[in-house]
Structures are given as structure tokens and as C-alpha cells.
């Protein structure tokens, strides 16, 4: 659910807050040793970074998430627009073609706890970034880990509303 979470609040533009979720999704995870997990979660990383963090960086984690879901049979989730190859989500920046394959084919043979640690450090590479170009605090207590509204979606998410049914809420 931290994953879908994440996505949510990204596209109502918190970006505080979709780091979070997704930096918990990747903690999990990895915690779970569980690939397919990594696979959205990288992905979905992946797609909140957008241009933020090192193009190389990115390219790496953009061939670790293709290689874990070819490897667990992942097909297209809900946050990837249709008919377009998963990298050409990356940006690659000022960087070089060859650099960026190379990191890309250097991404794809990463292991599964390298993928984890690498997802993380962008994530929190751009929480730090974003924290320190606005004057909101990004961390909350565990008391207020979710806002109320994060807490009205996981419900909905429980319940099994689609992503667009809890958006008409």
C-alpha cells in the first residue's frame, strides 16, 4: 500500500510524503527479500524522481528495475503510461549515451540488497534536496506519520478501491 501511497500523493504534488511511502516500501522490501516488492518500488522511485539525483545513478536503478521485472514477471503498472519502454522514463541528463548504457547494463546486474540501498540513497537524496529548498518540515513524529487524508486512502486502499475511484473522493 506504501507504494500506491506514494504514487497518490506525488501526483497531489507532496513530495515530502510520497518519499516517505516509497522509502518505506523499499525498506520493506528489502527487509522481505522480496523482488517483486523492489521491482514497484524502484519503478515507482523511478517515476517520482523524475530529473532529480545523478542521471547516472538513475540509469543504474532504471536497469535494476527492468532486470528484476523481467526476472519476476512484472507487466506494466497503473503509473507507467502505456507504450513506453519503462527507461525512456529516465531522463539521462548532460551525460553521454555511452555512459548512460553503461550504467543502465551495470544496473541490470546489481543484486537485490545493492538495488535497495541504491533506491534509498536517491530517495534520500531528494527528500534532503527538497527539504532544503522549502521551509516545511519533512519529518513527522510517529504520532503523525500519515496525514488525515494519507489515512482516508490506506483505508480505501483496504477496501479495495482502484486508485482512480479513491481520486473521485
Given amino acids: 500500500a506504501h507504494i500506491e501511497l506514494g504514487m497518490i500523493v506525488a501526483q497531489q504534488g507532496d513530495l515530502p510524503s510520497a518519499l516517505r511511502h516509497l522509502r518505506t516500501a523499499l525498506e520493506t522490501s528489502g527487509r522481505l527479500r522480496d523482488r517483486y516488492l523492489l521491482s514497484l518500488g524502484a519503478r515507482a522511485a ?15 536503478l532504471a536497469g535494476a528495475a527492468d532486470a528484476l521485472r523481467q526476472a519476476t514477471g512484472g507487466g506494466r503498472v497503473p503509473w507507467e503510461p502505456a507504450q513506453v519502454q519503462p527507461t525512456a522514463l529516465v531522463t539521462r541528463g548532460s551525460h553521454p549515451e555511452a555512459d548512460w548504457e553503461a550504467a ?10 545493492e538495488v535497495v540501498r541504491l533506491a534509498l540513497r ?48
Avoid at 155 to 166: D, F, H
Fill in 46 to 60: 523511478l517515476t517520482v524522481l523524475g530529473g532529480r539525483g545523478d542521471p547516472v545513478e538513475r540509469a543504474r
Fill in 104 to 113: 543502465y547494463r551495470e544496473g541490470r546486474a546489481l543484486p537485490a540488497g
Fill in 122 to 169: 536517491l530517495v534520500d537524496e531528494a527528500a534532503t534536496s527538497d527539504a532544503e529548498s522549502s521551509s516545511m518540515p519533512t519529518h513527522k513524529g510517529p504520532e503523525n506519520l500519515l496525514s488525515a487524508r494519507e489515512h482516508e486512502v490506506l483505508r480505501l486502499v483496504a477496501q479495495g478501491l482502484s486508485t482512480k475511484a479513491i481520486g473521485r473522493t
